[in-house]
């Protein structure tokens, strides 16, 4: 029986410090790579079924999730970046 990675999308949120003037400098130095993150800060939150893989590239797939009842959606077959064989 063949082995698969399977890479899904999911939403994480994580604390960074940086000193700043005020909220907006902060949020910019930010964007900028100049913030340092905070140690333990990684929280998962929730799997990200608004992304994933197009529906229009991975016809065959989706029709197949749909004959097992997943729930797959007219445009993207739901938190799934990729899929690759292994083995």
Request: proline share 5%.
């Amino acid at each position: 029986m063949p082995v698969y990675e399977i890479e899904q999308y999911e939403l994480h949120t994580m604390k960074y410090r940086v000193k700043a003037k005020s909220p907006a400098h902060a949020i910019k130095r930010l964007f900028d790579g100049e913030a340092e993150v905070v140690d333990g800060s990684l929280e998962y939150i929730e799997v990200a079924d608004d992304f994933g893989l197009p529906v229009d590239e991975e016809r065959d797939l989706a029709k197949a999730l749909r004959r097992l009842d997943v729930v797959v959606g007219d445009d993207v077959i739901p938190s799934i970046r990729g899929f690759e064989e292994i083995e």
